[in-house]
């Protein structure tokens, strides 16, 4: 039974380590979810159902699982994404069909509880306004009050004087973002221009004296995302210092989680990083560019190396360069005797 957990990592953990188990055989696991709010529980069905697009690979699932679980802007592509998953969220809901059908059980929630969820998933559309950066610097504004303005300097100090103590692994840049602008996990030079509306949820307050829901943003704007699936993980390479600085950052450690899970639920086996990997092994790096062997997420084959890569790749230079030299010296040979001619005549 889970309480409140307000996220799915803890489903999608054990689940995880189950299935990498010999011991579990054929043993079914339940797992029995409340949450008091009917977002949390569209969140939580939003980020399963990614985690069990199988059709994705685990590269760009484990991006966009991190982007939608920690950004408040979404690339326009994850905005379409978490659109079409809405859809298909509210058949499961409305007929009991769909890609999480054999997976989700529905049927303890109240009518008035699944009308308060088909609501909440029919806001996640593209054609609904929630302008969240408005509605965070409005939260924002509150929190830090008459420290709006130097708010940089603020979060500064909450790094140095606290967080950098227990979590050294939280970069200060990372964490200043997060601060600053609501992105946590950014993927090379995307651009978020999209609002991440599975954060919209509605508050209860007064106003005028009177009891009301207010929609917005009412997501947290002082701790980090990273916190659920960036501080810890089986790997200690990932905490190694070298110069006093940490050689991997917390989205590293959050993507090499979150990669090793769905590993786990595909395969069976644990996700390991082999050492001549390790280096390259970064959020948001690209699998297909110089660096990583392609494909080096699904499988174990042993494959040409970065370093004989690179070798390779600078062969192929040198030779095309001898080659760009020797034809250059024939043309200046051939140049120099054609002026030679011109002058005899």
């Known amino acids: 039974f889970l309480i409140c957990p307000a996220d799915v990592r803890h489903v999608l953990q054990t689940l995880a380590n189950a ?13 029995h979810v409340y949450e008091e709010h009917p977002e949390q529980l569209a969140r939580h069905l939003l980020l399963l159902s990614v985690a069990l697009d199988f059709e994705l690979p685990r590269r760009e699932r484990a991006e966009m699982f991190l982007e939608v679980m920690g950004n408040t802007m979404l690339r326009e592509r994850t905005a379409q994404y978490v659109a079409a998953r809405a859809r298909e969220l509210r058949i499961l809901l ?11 059980d529905l049927s303890c929630l109240k009518m008035k ?32 009050k008459d420290r709006y303005d130097v708010r940089r300097n603020v979060l500064d100090w909450d790094y140095s004087m606290g967080l950098v103590e227990t979590a050294p692994i939280i970069h200060r840049v990372h964490f200043r973002e997060w601060r600053m602008n609501g992105l946590a996990y950014e993927v090379r030079d995307a651009a978020y221009c999209a609002p991440n509306r599975s954060l919209a949820s509605a508050a209860a307050g007064r106003q005028r004296g009177v009891s009301v829901l207010k929609r917005g943003f009412w997501g947290d704007v002082v701790n980090t995302p990273y916190a659920p699936v960036g501080v810890e993980c089986a790997d200690r390479r990932f905490f190694e210092k070298r110069s006093d600085q940490m050689v991997k950052t917390a989205c590293d450690v959050a993507y090499f989680n979150v990669v090793g899970w769905f590993t786990q639920l595909e395969t069976g086996r644990a996700f390991e990083l082999r050492k001549e990997d390790f280096d390259d092994f970064a959020y948001g790096a690209s699998v297909g560019s110089a660096g990583l062997v392609r494909g080096f997420l699904r499988s174990d084959q042993p494959g040409p190396r970065p370093r004989e890569q690179a070798a390779a790749a600078f062969e192929e230079i040198a030779e095309g360069d001898e080659a760009l030299s020797a034809e250059a010296s024939a043309a200046k040979l051939a140049l120099d005797a054609a002026n030679e001619e011109r002058a005899r005549r």
């Open 19 to 31: 299935r990498a188990s010999e011991r579990s055989g054929a043993c079914e696991l339940s797992f």
């Open 113 to 144: 509880e699944r009308d308060a969820l088909e609501q909440v998933l029919g806001t996640w559309a593209d054609n609904v306004e929630f302008d969240v950066e408005r509605l965070r610097d409005e939260r924002l504004r509150g929190f830090y």
């Open 94 to 104: 409305a007929r009991e069909t769909g890609p999480l059908a054999l997976h989700v």
